[in-house]
């Protein structure tokens, strides 16, 4: 008889220490993004997770390339001498946009975020896109899509690296964890070249077919925007996005 009360007692004592015991809050960064003070964004999301108490804005506009683009021509190989490769031409017009800080530099400290997937392709001797912008943290994969042997790599300060020959068919992955500019190369074939931006931030977008581009989610202020095309900043513009947000046009012509 006296084992048998013992179990109810210790239950309601126990139930009546912890109906009694003050709730402890939860200190930043114990649960986790749902008690961040900030919006967190990661990838390539373009939307926060966490809802901003005032109203963002939108930085949008074309881009139009009247400079001289030159014409690589490429390097014969020893099997181009059976049979040439097809040869495709770079894509020289793509440009990349972006704030220069957001409140951080561009290409400035480094962020613990995943940055998300990228893919950088070997087709007909060209590296497909030939400029990539991703964030801190993001994994590029560089498939080769040709029927012959590349050797992707890299001396950049950014990232080095050196993924070896691979055959067709084959992708190997690369992960970029500093902000700043990488520069591609093949160690085959040394017409092939290629630039990828690491960004710090996510305040960055690249043109489209037509040149346009588009970067949400700006909260209100005043940055310095920079038009990056073929290996170079080629134009900056200072623009404000209001107290009541909304989308600002800018338009760049690189000559």
């Keep these: 008889m006296i084992h048998r009360l013992m179990v109810p007692l210790v239950i309601c004592c126990a139930h009546a220490a912890i109906a009694g015991s003050p709730a402890r809050q939860p200190r930043w960064g114990e649960i986790g993004t749902t008690v961040s003070p900030v919006p967190v964004v990661s990838g390539f999301s373009r939307t926060s997770q966490v809802q901003s108490a005032e109203p963002l804005g939108s930085i949008r506009g074309r881009v139009e390339i009247r400079r001289s683009v030159p014409v690589v021509e490429p390097r014969p190989s020893v099997g181009d001498f059976g049979m040439p490769a097809p040869h495709d031409q770079p894509d020289r017009f793509r440009t990349v946009v972006y704030l220069e800080s957001a409140p951080a530099g561009a290409f400035e400290g480094r962020s613990g975020l995943p940055g998300g997937r990228g893919r950088m392709t070997q087709r007909n001797e060209t590296f497909v896109p030939r400029l990539l912008a991703v964030r801190v943290g993001a994994t590029v994969d560089f498939p080769n899509e040709d029927h012959t042997y590349h050797n992707v790599f890299s001396l950049s300060k950014t990232q080095r690296f050196d993924l070896g020959r691979y055959a067709a068919g084959q992708s190997k992955p690369v992960r970029f964890d500093r902000p700043g500019i990488v520069r591609v190369f093949c160690d ?21 077919t037509d040149g346009r581009y588009q970067i949400p989610a700006v909260p209100p202020g005043k940055y310095n925007v920079m038009a990056w095309n073929d290996g170079a900043v080629r134009d900056s513009r200072t623009v404000t996005v209001s107290e009541q947000g909304g989308p600002v046009e800018l338009d760049f012509v690189l000559r």
């Design 188 to 208: 085959i074939h040394s017409h092939m070249s290629a630039f990828i931006l690491v960004f710090s931030h996510r305040f960055f977008d690249t043109t489209d």
